[in-house]
């Protein structure tokens, strides 16, 4: 890989943003982190000496900060676009959740018609702006690219359901790229992938085991709090993190993700699958697992994901080995954080 090829990744310090980053330098390729503080890019650094030579770091708060972003593309060839609030503790439903996810994906998608030298811009889109969120496990369903979340805006406005309101957003986001994609006929392509829960080994620094991001807190929980009852699966598909950044990376150069839509799955994601892989595979701290007698997976919906396979030949990462390598990272980064204290 060229050494003068440089690629943007919005939310870099982020569990996705961090293992994509990664993916391109191990490439060669250079990589312009966006980050909010410079605390967060010091953090990176810290832990990863060794590409600070082909790893510079932008402060920019807000992502949908379009001058800033603009400023720091001069010297840009790709944009992978990670970065979209994802919490379920927000107080306004707008303000806190749509419009940031919203406007980051138009501030994007503007600043790259901007620069000419741009050539591709991948966006991180969810299984969230695929599926109908008031259906539940929908067993028999397949989704496919063609289809879309049916919420409206006023719907995700008005509900009380944060979990509702953050699928809004991923649709609305996705919708906004390709209405721009649409409208504009920009001199770049674009590729979304649309993935489920994003599990695997965080790369990103973790300052406290209290603060880890929403997916990986999710397992986190079951591995380690002992609750009394292994919770019921709500989302029940999974793609690894790996998986995901290398598709991500693979995309900015593959000609046939060029303005293309693609599902990304890799296993199912049933709770008791997750916290039965824990202990068999450290039996140490199984009693620190959520308890209860293994269940079987129910029915539910599933992600028709061939058209991702046949265009990149990926093998997926199984849950059994996503799990297993997340929760080696997970206790290795407990015990260095127990040490310091």
């Known amino acids: 890989m060229n050494r003068e090829v440089t690629v943007l990744v919005t939310g870099a310090n982020g569990f996705l943003g961090a293992a994509t980053v990664l993916e391109l330098l191990a490439r060669g390729y250079r990589v312009k982190g966006v980050v909010r503080s410079q605390h967060k890019a010091d953090a990176f650094l810290q832990q990863y000496p060794q590409y600070a030579t082909n790893l510079k770091f932008a402060i920019i708060p807000s992502f949908t900060d379009e001058k ?143 603060k880890l991001n929403e997916s990986v807190a999710y397992v986190w929980d079951m591995l380690s709090s002992g609750a009394d009852a292994i919770p019921p699966t709500v989302f029940p598909l999974m793609i690894d993190v790996r998986d995901l950044a290398n598709l991500q990376v693979d995309a900015l150069t593959n000609p046939k993700a060029k303005n293309q839509r693609y599902l990304a ?43 991702a396979e046949r265009d990149f030949e990926i093998e997926w990462t199984p849950l059994r080995k996503t799990i297993v390598d997340m929760a080696g990272v997970l206790l290795a980064n407990e015990k260095e954080l127990a040490v310091q204290a």
């Not at 695997?200 to 406290?208: L, T, V, W, Y």
């Not at 620190?288 to 539910?300: D, F, I």
């Open 265 to 307: 799955a890799g296993d199912s994601a049933w709770n008791d699958d997750i916290v039965y892989a824990f202990k068999e595979a450290y039996p140490e701290y199984a009693s620190r697992a959520a308890k209860g007698a293994y269940q079987k997976p129910g029915l539910h919906y599933e992600q028709d994901c061939s058209k």
């Open 68 to 210: 800033a972003l603009l400023a720091v593309t001069l010297d840009v060839d790709y944009i992978i676009h990670t970065a979209s609030p994802f919490s379920l503790s927000f107080e306004d439903n707008v303000k806190d959740c749509l419009e940031p996810a919203v406007e980051g994906a138009r501030v994007i998608m503007r600043v790259a018609a901007q620069r000419p030298a741009i050539r591709h811009v991948v966006i991180t889109s969810s299984n969230a702006a695929v599926s109908d969120p008031t259906k539940g496990l929908a067993p028999g369903v397949v989704f496919t690219e063609d289809d879309w979340n049916p919420t409206s805006w006023e719907e995700a406005v008005a509900s009380p359901d944060p979990g509702y309101v953050y699928c809004a957003s991923k649709l609305f986001a996705e919708r906004a790229a390709w209405d721009f994609i649409r409208d504009k006929k920009p001199h770049f392509s674009i590729t979304t992938f649309c993935p489920p829960w994003i599990f695997g080994p965080p790369m990103q620094p973790i300052e406290s085991m209290s």
